[in-house]
């Protein structure tokens, strides 16, 4: 019995090694991005957008927890602007508009504190195209070694992709109206 034991711990091991050497060939940062056409200037989406308030209307992770407690700060339009948020399903944290600029980039700091503590670089860009404007949602971070071993069974873009792109159909439909 101890010996069927011991190579169950030894199989476990080796297991948990190979794991940790694959993490480290993982990528030291990491880019989810995701693009909606909406037929709309951007004149009229960039505020839905610059506006913290406005994104309760088209944010995805708005309708993941009706009982989420959010707060705004003293500022909720532009540059400084501040918005935070505590909620068991979609986490605590806060993001803050780190540069905006009329009518085609929205520039925000994401700080993530649970359930996992991260800082990531979130990017609206508003290109005119055709008779609409194409809205790029983009997220860019750096990845440390823990993240690495999640990120080996995890994969960012499947994570919130899907998030990214049902917020934009959600913000084009607003933008529509």
Request: hydrophobic share 45%; aromatic share 10%; glycine share 8%.
């Amino acid at each position: 019995m101890l010996r069927i034991i011991g190579y169950i711990a030894a199989a476990l091991l080796v297991a948990i090694g190979g794991i940790c050497a694959y993490a480290t060939t993982k990528p030291d940062t990491f880019h989810v991005a995701r693009t909606v056409t909406v037929k709309a200037p951007p004149d009229k989406i960039f505020p839905l957008i610059n506006d913290l308030k406005q994104w309760m209307a088209w944010s995805p992770f708005e309708d993941k927890d009706p009982d989420m407690k959010r707060s705004f700060g003293a500022v909720t339009v532009g540059k400084g602007a501040l918005y935070a948020w505590e909620s068991n399903g979609v986490g605590t944290g806060n993001m803050v508009i780190a540069d905006s600029t009329m009518p085609n980039t929205v520039a925000i700091k994401l700080n993530m504190i649970k359930p996992l503590t991260a800082s990531n670089d979130v990017t609206f860009t508003l290109a005119p195209q055709g008779d609409g404007t194409a809205v790029t949602w983009a997220m860019r971070g750096e990845v440390p070694y823990i993240a690495k071993v999640v990120h080996v069974f995890f994969d960012m873009d499947r994570m919130v992709g899907g998030d990214f792109h049902a917020g934009l159909v959600k913000l084009k439909a607003v933008a529509e109206k």
